[in-house]
């Protein structure tokens, strides 16, 4: 069972890890280890979407979330790709994202920038 240790990585990295972990494991089990509620709930919501059973433990100030990846959740992988291409148009408009803080503004925008680079779609910018 592989242990991917995402303490410290903001949000969205953890999320992505997994993904990237769950893409190379055809079945099995792995454990995510985050430091903060926010990234556990992210991690827990993601891996239950793609159709893996989840189980979190708290051990001191850290969450473990145990995923369990079978041959059903395999099987809605092969589903999901079986979709009609959609053409999506991001439109941004400024250099921020949110209204307030400017520094958390242009930190959010970079995650949600690279979150777009690491989507397995083709960008055309």
Do not use: W
């Not at 992210?42 to 979330?65: H, I, L």
């Not at 053409?87 to 307030?100: D, E």
């Amino acid at each position: 069972m592989s242990v991917i240790d995402c303490r410290g990585l903001a949000c969205p990295q953890p999320v992505i890890t997994t993904k990237q972990a769950l893409d190379q494991l055809k079945e099995g089990e792995m454990i995510v280890i985050v430091d903060n509620a926010v990234s556990c709930n992210n991690v827990e919501r993601f891996a239950r979407s793609q159709g893996c059973s989840v189980e979190v433990k708290e051990g001191g100030q850290d969450f473990y979330v145990h995923i369990r990846k079978t041959e059903q959740s395999c099987d809605l992988e092969s589903l999901g790709k079986e979709k009609k291409v959609q053409k999506v148009v991001i439109y941004i408009n400024s250099h921020l994202l949110g209204i307030g803080d400017e520094a958390l503004g242009a930190i959010l925008m970079r995650a949600f920038l690279k979150t777009l680079l690491d989507l397995p779609v083709k960008l055309i910018v």
